[in-house]
């Protein structure tokens, strides 16, 4: 099984899927997540099962790999810019502002990737995103929008929805 994870930071998904997917690629829209998502592999002896890459769904050359996945599974940058100011002070001063917003209104990469994902997904692949609070219907569309028809959203433990 083949996966990506289209993601700035969230590598615990990863290392749960590494264990049984054949082959992984870790992509992630900021640099210094990459630093950490290998230093996080390293800890847990999965270096040689990942391959780890900085891109943005953004940029020009985010397909030119030419790989198809299993599953995609992403926590994007889903605060708004709007709203980033009023993040927690230590949120504001220890992670990048771009493994957090998009700096647009907080759907650019949820509208990004799944515009690609049928390109890059085998027949049958799932694709996987973190949601921020209240995003679930929005995303929901953007991805009927995209023609993926079974849509299911999980809660997290505080009830809040969190996965789609």
Known sequence: MRFRNLTNFKLLITNVFIYWCQGTSAIFACEIKVAIARENAAKHSVTQRIQFSH???????????NHKFDIIVSNPPYISAEDYPELQEEILKYEPKQALSDDKDGYSFYEGITGLAHDILYPGGILFYEL????ADKVGKIMKGNNFTTISIQ???LGVQRVI
């Open 132 to 135: 921020g609070i209240g995003q």
């Open 55 to 65: 891109h943005s769904v953004h940029d020009g050359d985010f397909l030119q790999e």
């Open 155 to 157: 809660n997290d433990y």
